[in-house]
């Protein structure tokens, strides 16, 4: 029933990310992540730092078995290979949503940069996922070796697996910590508190320390899913070594902060500080001191608590140095949007543990207890395991059926629930205009931000003569009015903005009472009210209308026939009717700075300095 | 010979003439004031913006285009370069869209096109494409600024003692008699001379740069992987060779680690 929840919820969880991943690649990221130039890594990389440091528990446990050859501990192998490689197809799956063009992901394999830290990054990445598919490849072959080419290849695979562990460890050492480098070119970026020219040696040590909480806590999932049963001898003895490596990276981190001289930030006050000590005190050094008591110890589920924390612990670290660590001093504010959050907890998790569930169900990844054989291929697992008492699975269709119902209920509900930004792609910010206050001299500052321009009008009407002028500047009016104001129009400080009004062409044909008002200007009102259809047959007459509306003798041009709705931002507007005019009067006058930007703005651009 | 750019903030009237030159030369069209937008102006489609820290001061901004570049350094598939010119430029065909550059650039320079589907870095390069091809002579903003606040020069030694010679000319004006970017992070190829303390302004930083190139940081642990990867594999050998032998030793059968176990109940 459990299992049956929670794949429910899992597909669930997927089938909402799919539309996300949908929204994220037709539209890009900036529509639908929080993501910005100053802070171009966001959640995504935090998480796949935090998530990846899950797979070190299957080198750390494969080194423990098949090189220092501890017995007891190789009932932990496949399971932690397991680990293993789900944490880096957790990976390579939030790889491909945050990469802005992920099917180049394959460059590094061509192009070479080994000065770069994600360059060797992304070479242990292919590197070690193939060694861990072949280190996990002999769990899946065992079930088909009736064939004879899958028994040629287990075989081969069984042989060569010390040497596949060693370039395993080695590799995940070695990516590991490279993670970590990634960090050391970015002083600018990160507090001094999180911020470590050995930070590669701290991800290292970290790492350990998660994977093997990592164990435990996967254990512990096991043990509440499918009613494994805890091992009450490794698990503790696992805790324990956990806390000392803990103790490890913590001893190395402060030392690391003493030693460069940045020890005096540890007893400051502020956002980071606060950070730091709840990191270091409440998640890991309180866990792995109480993970000392044999009490603790040895009841499972506090034991699995502590693991949680240590790993929420180190999580939090490696999100702090990629993300929480950086708004002081990039002075930047991200936060993740929903879809990211989705993606994140989502699409991600729920396709690792959805693997997860599968292999655990249908391949020997834990070490058969003794008293039960190895099942027969040949049979389909049974719906009910007497001896357990646990129901392991139902019929393939119904699970089938129920699984896909909740994947498209969530995808739909996703749907409908997607921001605008995300569906539509991200628009410009509006800044609205509000008008110039003032007759005889206006104060023009369109967004209100307190820098203006003195608009001596009454003046430019003196010297432009009279009323006739007017139509110099005021080219456009509204039906019923004359010498309709800039911002009428102009209606964005800095976007083109379209000038047409429907709600108001219908209230004022409405008011002429001439019939039904949408005939007057589309022609069929009977066809379908599709954009297409009203852009063909309605354009080209509210283009005329447009134009004819404007004024004769009109001095300002229209640089775009064909955009004649669209009236450009307000800013382009005033400076491009403003100084086109004052260029053509410094000839005329003979006053060459009449053009320059402090004849309006007077507060404005002055030269501190003549050039000499 | 390396390209330099001096900008003097002391004689920008912020006209953004450079701003406009270096849109048309780019061909970058419409700002668009999208939410993502930061307050530097510069963007997916504007590589060089002028900002207003005082009153009284203007500062132009730009790529750095740093002698030791942290963007060249970090990319994974070296679709950036450092021309023998001085230019910082970069391939947008091998990009794969990792962003590192963005992380690493001490000064914040790389933006993305956020606002499309298949996004690429883009920045300033000196004009490189235009002036590799004969087409200026200098880049557009320098040829564009009217009072001769940002002056290009062939030579960055050049450049340097132009600025000198500013300083040592008008005691007093200067900052510190300072030249931005004569030394930080090894030196960048865009120098400043300003008034005031532009620390605030021209990099994003908690404490200051130092002089030390930003690659190096990183270089000087990946010089340690091979040797760490063929170390761990030799430790790792022979401990296997070592602990393999004496339990063979010891219990005189078939050591335990060769995944023999593994089946179970195979015959």
């Not at chain 2, 494409?129 to 200026?136: C, L, Q, T, V």
Request: net charge neutral; hydrophobic share 45%.
């Amino acid at each position: 029933m459990r299992v049956r929840v929670t794949k429910i919820v899992l597909w669930g969880l997927v089938g909402a990310s799919a539309v996300a991943l949908a929204a994220r690649f037709g539209n890009g990221l900036g529509a639908t992540t929080n993501l910005s130039d100053l802070t171009p890594w966001g959640l995504w990389i935090g998480l796949k730092l935090a998530g990846v440091a899950f797979a070190a528990g299957g080198f750390t446990i494969a080194g423990v078995v098949y090189i220092f050859q501890l017995g007891p501990y190789h009932k932990l192998a496949r399971r932690s290979v397991l680990l293993g490689l789900l944490g880096y197809t957790f990976f390579v799956v939030s790889l491909i949503v945050d990469l802005g063009i992920p099917w180049n992901i394959w460059r590094p394999v061509f192009y070479w940069n080994p000065h770069s830290p994600l360059f060797e990054v992304a070479w242990c990445v292919m590197l070690y996922l193939t060694v861990l598919l072949l280190e996990f490849a002999p769990v899946v072959l065992e079930k088909y070796r009736r064939i004879h080419v899958i028994d040629v290849a287990y075989r081969f695979l069984v042989a060569a697996s010390i040497p596949i562990v060693i370039l395993g460890i080695a590799l995940s050492v070695l990516h590991q910590s490279s993670l970590g480098t990634l960090f050391a070119i970015t002083p600018h970026r990160q507090h001094p508190l999180f911020y470590s020219p050995i930070v590669n040696v701290l991800f290292f040590v970290s790492c350990v320390a998660m994977g093997l909480g990592a164990v435990i806590v996967e254990s512990y999932v096991a043990n509440l899913l499918y009613r494994r049963k805890l091992d009450h001898e490794l698990l503790p003895t696992i805790g324990r070594f956990m806390a000392w490596v803990v103790w490890l990276f913590i001893t190395i981190r402060i030392a690391d902060l003493v030693i460069r001289g940045d020890g005096h930030h540890l007893i400051e006050s502020g956002w980071n500080n606060a950070l730091f000590w709840f990191e270091t005190l409440a998640l890991l050094l309180l866990p792995s001191l109480l993970i000392q008591l044999r009490r603790v110890r040895n009841n499972r589920t506090l034991l699995a608590v502590m693991a949680f924390a240590v790993v929420g612990g180190f999580m939090l670290n490696r999100l702090t140095v990629a993300g929480l660590a950086t708004i002081t001093p990039t002075g930047t504010h991200y936060f993740p949007s929903a879809l990211e959050l989705l993606m994140s907890f989502g699409l991600v998790p729920g396709i690792a543990v959805l693997i997860w569930m599968f292999l655990v169900e249908h391949y020997q990844v834990w070490q058969p207890e003794p008293e039960v054989d190895q099942p027969d291929p040949s049979f389909a697992p049974p719906q009910f395991d007497p001896v357990s008492g646990v129901w392991l699975g139902d019929s393939m269709l119904a699970a089938f059926r129920r699984n896909s119902l909740a994947f498209i209920v969530a995808a739909a509900l996703a749907f409908a629930l997607l921001p605008h930004r995300a569906l539509y792609g991200a628009g410009a910010v509006p800044t609205p205009v509000q008008r110039a206050r003032g007759s005889t001299v206006m104060r023009i500052d369109g967004d209100r931000n307190g820098i203006a321009v003195e608009f001596k009008h009454q003046m430019h009407i003196d010297k432009l003569g009279d009323k006739d002028s007017c139509v110099q500047c005021h080219h456009l009016d509204e039906p019923l009015d004359k010498d309709t104001p800039c911002w009428v129009c102009h209606r964005d400080q800095w976007s083109a903005t379209d000038i047409f009004d429907h709600d108001r062409h219908v209230a004022d044909l409405q008011r002429m009472g001439t019939g039904d008002p949408c005939a007057a200007c589309h022609l069929n009102t009977g066809g379908p009210h599709t954009a297409e259809h009203t852009a063909s047959c309605t354009a080209e007459g509210c283009h005329h209308g447009h134009l004819e509306m404007r004024r004769e003798g009109v001095t300002v041009e229209l640089k775009d026939k064909d955009r004649a709705r669209l009236a450009v931002g307000y800013v382009d507007a005033l400076h491009g009717v403003c100084i086109s005019c004052h260029k053509k009067k410094a000839a005329e006058l003979n006053r060459p700075h009449h053009p320059d930007c402090a004849t309006c703005h007077l507060d404005g651009p002055v030269p501190v300095r003549s050039a000499g | 010979m390396s390209y330099a750019i001096l900008t003097d903030t002391t004689l920008c009237t912020g006209c953004d003439k450079c701003v406009d030159a270096c849109v048309e030369i780019n061909h970058l069209g419409d700002d668009i004031y999208y939410p993502w937008r930061e307050k530097d102006g510069l963007n997916g489609n504007r590589f060089c913006s002028v900002v207003r820290p005082a009153p009284d001061c203007f500062v132009r901004l730009q790529c750095r285009q740093c002698l030791d570049p942290a963007c060249v350094s970090v990319c994974p598939v070296g679709a950036l370069h450092k021309t023998d010119e001085g230019s910082v430029i970069y391939d947008t065909e091998i990009c794969m869209g990792c962003r590192y550059c963005m992380m690493a650039c001490p000064f914040g320079i790389p933006r993305y096109e956020w606002n499309r589907a298949v996004p690429h870095i883009r920045k300033c390069t000196l004009c490189f494409e235009a002036m590799a091809r004969g087409e200026i002579e200098q880049p557009a903003c320098t040829a564009a600024c009217p009072e001769h606040a940002t002056v290009f020069f062939e030579d960055r030694d050049e450049a340097l003692r132009e600025a000198r010679r500013r300083i040592a000319e008008n005691p007093g004006t200067y900052f510190e008699d300072r030249i931005w970017g004569e030394h930080e992070v090894g030196g960048t190829s865009v120098l400043y001379l300003s008034s005031m303390d532009l620390s605030a302004v021209l990099w994003h930083s908690f404490k200051p740069l130092g002089t030390e190139p930003l690659p190096e940081r990183t270089e000087r642990i990946m010089v340690t992987v091979p040797p760490t990867f063929f170390g761990v594999c030799a430790v790792m050998a022979g401990t296997y060779w070592v602990i393999n032998r004496r339990r063979r030793l010891m219990d005189g059968e078939p050591p335990a680690g060769s995944l023999k176990s593994d089946e179970g109940g195979e015959p």
